[in-house]
């Protein structure tokens, strides 16, 4: 018999919901078969429920994206994008495969290189109709959903459906983000006019309380005629049409053409080798992949990891990663963006020589010159954003990283379906100076036609000798990258568990800005002299709430042990059988 379960104090010890599987006497009477952990517990579950009905992992990933739709409107869903890396398990019919899904959202044809340079309102890449770009979250996951499922769309839409039609409880998250807008349109009263289903429904008129309920018909039935047409009813048919009126409505220049061209692209994963581990994620136009390839090799050229040692615990390893983040943060302003558009030099940026002088040049006892970190000659040769991983019964496993960019995206709606649309051509390089992330990017990052912006995003997967050993990713802009890695490496170096590696403390640098961000998260405070010891070795230290929000999965003993970050209020959710 098989029940859908999440860890909760009033049903599972409290051993168990640290993420311990062994030595309980509650769990010694179950296995816990598959897992979903997302940043929404409804999303989880839904994800759950599909495993329960015999899907697998594709099945159960593209029922939690959809469900994440509507309970994380301010992060993701069927108005954005994302990057999906799969793993499909060998069986006696088929090898192993693993492939990248790249259904990032495009610039419309519209939109030049100088396009926002020539408007006088500097947030247009940020709010509103010029700030949207076409969507591809529906087409990717029903790309997925008959490529690699087994399931009906109806089957794995029903889920999320029903959450919209009978709605769900506002969170501490929800209320906190919403916040920060709240105060933006009280301050700006016109925004409640241009934006009123944003302000009206998902802010609750700036009411907006944990504990309220939202129900969203409008999206449910948008949900019901993807359900019934497929990707057609998104991009050709009624949602399509809502969506032109909103964009046009609002200046932007989405045109039906760009809706019905738009197509997610198959793509090889990076893949690269870490202490005898298999590690795959998502190549560019992520940078996320690159990035923590970059950091990871770097690392175990130092000598920095060490067994059962916590990256953070001393100052001098702390510093050392510090440096690793600063050479791979200027190697992504300088070289990343859309490959199907620019060069790319992943070969040279991951060359073993590469990432040998990168290493050699860290001192241990100061930091640099911006100048001196990335390459220095020519090379041959991104909270608006949600994360989860799967692992079904079957050894099959998908990170997906999705995104709407900033919160609530453009801020603008489709009310006729109950949805917001992405800003995601802030990712673009739109002008001089950084994006709202804070990020120096490259004029190789510029829109064109059908061109996608570069991402944080890094949806990871890593195997040990052909299993799933772990699967991560986060939300929050170039947070990801880093607060992914350090959540890999508690996992796979300092051996903890999902829960405790993903609750411990992070840092960040992105090069540009020059300062190393502390997390503040859950009042956390570093030890006595640390910060010191950092900021003596030439730092600039600064705060930051949260690092990313990770989301992860270990098998251990064959066991899937998963955790939610809670700095976004996430719980995970497992499939279980009784013995």
Known sequence: MCRIRRFSVSVLCLTCVSGVLGG??????????????????????????????????????????????????????????????????????????????????????GIAPDHYEQLDDRRASRDGGHAVAVPGTVSGLLYALEHWGTMDRADVLEPAIRIAEQGFAVDEDYVE?????????????????????????????????????????EQARALRLIARDGATAFYEGAIAQAV???????????????????APVEMTPISFRFRGYDVLTMPPPSSGGIAMAQMLGILERTGTLREGVDILDDPADAHVLIETMKHAFADRATHLADPAFHHV?????????????????????????????????????????????????????????????????????????GFCLNNEMDDFTTSSGANAYGLTQSDANRPEPGKRPLSSMTPTIVLDQGQVIAVAGASGGPR???????????????????????????????????????????????????????????????????????????????FPRAGSDPRKGGEPAFLWKTQ
């Not at 920060?180 to 009411?207: C, H, I, K, M, Y």
């Not at 990170?399 to 453009?410: D, K, R, V």
């Not at 030439?538 to 098998?555: C, D, F, M, R, S």
């Open 24 to 109: 309980c006497a509650v769990l010694r009477e179950y296995q816990p078969l598959g897992a979903v952990a997302a940043d929404q517990v409804l999303a989880s579950e839904a994800g759950v429920e599909i495993l329960a009905k015999g899907g697998n992992a594709v099945d159960a990933a593209v029922a939690t994206s959809f469900a994440l739709s509507v309970v994380r409107p301010y992060s993701c869903g069927i108005g954005g994008g994302g990057f999906m890396v799969v793993y499909l398990a060998p069986t006696e019919t088929a090898p192993a495969k693993t492939v990248a899904l790249n259904y990032r959202e495009t610039s419309p044809a």
């Open 177 to 217: 983000t919403a916040f920060g807008l709240v105060r933006r349109f009280r301050a700006d009263p016109s925004l409640q006019t241009r934006f009123a289903f944003t302000w009206e429904r998902f802010l609750g008129n700036g009411q907006i309380q944990v504990g309220d309920r939202i129900r969203l018909p």
């Open 244 to 262: 032109l009126r909103a964009v046009d409505g609002d200046g932007g220049v989405v045109s039906a053409a760009d809706l019905e061209q738009y």
């Open 345 to 417: 030099p992943i070969n040279a940026l991951l060359n073993p020589a590469y990432l040998d002088s990168l290493a050699h040049r860290i001192d241990p006892d100061r930091t640099l010159p911006p100048e001196a970190y990335g390459t220095q000659v020519d090379l041959p040769e991104d909270h608006g954003t949600s994360h989860f991983c799967v692992i079904d019964p079957m050894g099959n496993a998908v990170a997906c990283t999705e995104t709407i960019n900033t919160e609530f995206g453009s801020l603008l709606p489709v009310p006729e379906f």
């Open 480 to 558: 990801i990258i880093t607060g992914t890695m350090q959540v890999l490496i508690r996992m796979l170096v300092t051996d903890l568990p999902p829960n405790e590696a993903i609750r411990r403390p992070r840092l960040h640098h992105q090069w540009s800005p020059n300062i190393v961000r502390l997390e503040t998260w859950g009042q956390h405070e570093w030890p006595d002299m640390w910060p010191d010891a950092i900021a003596d070795r030439g730092h600039v230290l600064g705060e930051i709430a949260a690092v990313g929000n990770v989301q992860a999965i270990k098998q251990t003993d064959g």
